[in-house]
T-cell receptor, first 113, second 112 residues
Framework: DTAVSQTPKYLVTQMGNDKSIKCEQNLGHDTMYWYKQDSKKFLKIMFSYNNKELIINETVPNRFSPKSPDKAHLNLHINSLELGDSAVYFC????????????FGQGTRLTVV | DQQVKQNSPSLSVQEGRISILNCDYTNSMFDYFLWYKKYPAEGPTFLISISSIKDKNEDGRFTVFLNKSAKHLSLHIVPSQPGDSAVYFCAASGTGANNLFFGTGTRLTVIP
């Protein structure tokens, strides 16, 4: 049973479209994240979401928005997709307390054409 | 502004020898450090961690060393095995803070 699952694994879409990536965790964790791994392979944090508190990386365009219907889910919505949005997006979850590890999903490779 | 840095993008080591991966950080509020391993087309998986109250943590072939004064940590793998070939990410977080910051990764290749 996968601890953190995200769908789809691959997503190809045209510029200007709106798309969503779903993430679910069954670990009972309080904190969930979205990371972006770009062509330089750098894992950059986009959002963290803890008990309804959203912390946004200020460099993330407002075309990106996380939506959390409940504690187990943190979906990523992207509006007006651009070529530069092409990357691998990872969802992760983490228990509370600070000194814990995060568990990652398998990633979603987004290609904008 | 990147708070966690891995200055070596790649490292090649012969099977059976020691692999040493390095990581530097800038934020003195970080008090928990982790290493992750990543294979292609998979998410990062947790490997080992260390709290700032320690300077060494060992788990089998993997040992992490922390030098707080230098804001530096390293991961030692000994002996290295071909299956260890992957990208290794260093990560850090602060007390009570949710965010987990990652370095840019080091690609380790273990040559049989």
């Amino acid at each position: 049973d996968t601890a953190v699952s995200q769908t789809p694994k691959y997503l190809v879409t045209q510029m200007g479209n709106d798309k969503s990536i779903k993430c679910e965790q069954n670990l009972g964790h309080d904190t969930m994240y979205w990371y972006k791994q770009d062509s330089k392979k750098f894992l950059k944090i986009m959002f963290s979401y803890n008990n309804k508190e959203l912390i946004i990386n200020e460099t993330v365009p407002n075309r990106f928005s996380p939506k959390s219907p409940d504690k187990a889910h943190l979906n990523l919505h992207i509006n007006s997709l651009e070529l530069g949005d092409s990357a691998v997006y990872f969802c992760a979850s983490r228990g509370s307390g600070g000194h814990t590890e995060a568990f990652f999903g398998q990633g979603t490779r987004l290609t904008v054409v | 502004d990147q708070q966690v840095k891995q200055n070596s993008p790649s490292l090649s080591v012969q099977e059976g020898r020691i692999s040493i991966l390095n990581c530097d950080y800038t934020n003195s509020m970080f008090d928990y450090f982790l290493w992750y391993k990543k294979y292609p087309a998979e998410g990062p998986t947790f490997l080992i961690s260390i709290s700032s109250i320690k300077d060494k943590n060992e788990d089998g072939r993997f040992t992490v060393f922390l030098n707080k004064s230098a804001k530096h940590l390293s991961l030692h793998i000994v002996p290295s095995q071909p299956g260890d070939s992957a990208v290794y990410f260093c990560a850090a977080s602060g007390t009570g803070a949710n965010n987990l910051f990652f370095g840019t990764g080091t690609r380790l290749t273990v040559i049989p």
